[in-house]
């Protein structure tokens, strides 16, 4: 068996995450879309975004991160799953995932303190302690002890209008420096109550809306996690890997069906989204995220950012598989499936990281935005010329201000040509079908 023939078998072996059965273990990761409604409703345009990567039989597909409530609402046209308001337009959107064959799991988020803009209607933007968020410049106020009842029963209730909707499981956000993380990192939870000090305080809200969702989904609905591997926050007050591990483990207790393992928060930039950066942050604090600040710091992050961005080029290049190392501490204490992802995108990086052992499925976030049709690129039906991302995160530095998709013209010049290329092959197959079929001639 050659290598490429390993690969396609590691691809496409099952997998089952609690009850749901997957046939396939390349998996797309969570992105932010930019593609709902201003007030969080399902439209044509993310729909249109998921399509692809239905058609192409991807196993799984995680949606960007709902928003639990208003007041944990991060990103400008990001959807939402705070009100059964939203359950029609969800619906719509597992439909769409369903007519292609793939999975659709809801990924459950509160923002915390990574905010640029209160949301309309929302109080306050909180954390678990009033540690300032360096790149947006926010000042969080802390949770009060009597609040957090409420905040588990958000995350609940917006894991039971996921089953109502029609997904197929939900998955836990507690990576990437959000709410949950915000929490679990010592540097962001300097609390002296019974949700921060020890490890098992700074994961008691994390455990707690567990067995909520579990209580409220039933045992054999599938709920995952999404951790950190590391919290990447060099000389800062980090969550060791060693702790995260154990924290995973209780997780597995509590009724975790699998575990995704990514890493940092987004002051661990340019940690989080390894590969390049020329004109990253300029992007963000004109059309991204970061252009909601305030008018000085956008200033100033101009006035840095090219010597910033060669500096991190430096530091962080593109590497494929850069979490691996952290999934494998995962697999060796866990029972429970084990996905990993970062920079994901070559057959030849998924199946090396499927063969080592160290995970039990990849997924990648940035390889679909480039090539929806990814995995049918990869273990199906290929072309011989398929766009491939160059990890130049201009992708992720205009979240939250222009819709998700991929803004390198090289790259989106390939991938039109092959999506017109797809169009012509499935023209071809209809004509086919509809072709009359030859009668015998009589005798």
């Excluded at 992050?301 to 494998?328: D, I, Y």
Aim: aromatic content about 6%; hydrophobic content about 40%.
């Amino acid at each position: 068996m050659n290598s490429q023939e390993m690969m396609v078998d590691l691809l496409r072996e099952l997998l089952a995450i609690g009850s749901m059965r997957l046939a396939g273990r390349l998996f797309k990761s969570a992105t932010s879309e930019t593609r709902a409604s201003e007030d969080g409703f399902v439209t044509d345009d993310l729909l249109a975004f998921y399509e692809p990567m239905a058609a192409a039989g991807t196993p799984m597909i995680v949606t960007g991160n709902l928003y639990i409530s208003l007041q944990g609402k991060s990103a400008g046209r990001q959807a939402g799953i705070d009100n059964n308001d939203k359950i029609a337009g969800l619906r719509e959107w597992v439909d769409v995932v369903h007519a292609g064959g793939s999975k659709l799991v809801a990924q459950l988020n509160h923002g915390g303190r990574q905010i640029a803009q209160l949301a309309p209607g929302a109080d306050r933007i909180v954390s678990a302690s009033d540690v300032r968020e360096p790149l947006y410049g926010t000042k969080p106020s802390p949770l009060r002890s009597d609040e957090m009842p409420g905040v588990v029963e958000s995350f609940a209730a917006a894991a039971q209008r996921a089953r109502k909707a029609g997904f197929d499981g939900v998955q836990i956000h507690a990576a990437h420096g959000y709410l949950l993380g915000q929490f679990l990192t010592p540097h962001t939870n300097r609390r002296s109550d019974g949700y921060g000090g020890s490890l098992e305080g700074r994961a008691r809200l994390l455990l707690e809306v567990m067995r909520a969702v579990r209580a409220r989904c039933g045992e054999d609905y599938p709920v995952l996690v999404k951790m950190n591997g590391t919290d990447d926050l060099p000389f800062r007050r980090a969550a060791t890997p060693e702790e995260l591990v154990r924290v995973a483990c209780w997780l597995q207790d509590a009724g975790a069906d699998a575990v995704e393992v990514s890493r940092g928060h987004y002051e661990s930039w340019p940690g989080m989204v390894q590969g390049r950066y020329r004109g990253f942050l300029t992007a963000s604090v004109t059309v991204g995220a970061a252009a909601r600040s305030g008018a000085m710091r956008r200033l100033a992050v101009r006035a840095v950012a090219p010597v910033v961005e060669r500096v991190a080029e430096w530091l962080r290049p593109p590497r494929e598989g850069f979490n691996l190392s952290f999934a494998q501490r995962f697999t060796a204490a866990l029972d429970i499936p084990v996905i990993v992802v970062g920079g994901f995108h070559t057959r030849e990086g998924m199946e090396s990281a499927l063969a080592s052992g160290a995970a039990d499925a990849v997924s990648a976030a940035r390889a679909f935005i480039a090539d929806p049709y990814l995995y049918r690129n990869l273990v199906g039906d290929s072309l011989a010329e398929h766009p491939v991302c160059g990890y130049c995160n201009g992708c992720i530095a205009r979240f939250s201000g222009m819709r998700i998709d991929c803004y390198s013209h090289d790259i989106r010049g390939r991938r039109e040509v092959m999506f017109a290329t797809i169009r012509r092959r499935e023209l071809l197959a209809r004509d086919a079908s509809d072709a009359p079929v030859a009668m015998p001639a009589a005798e």
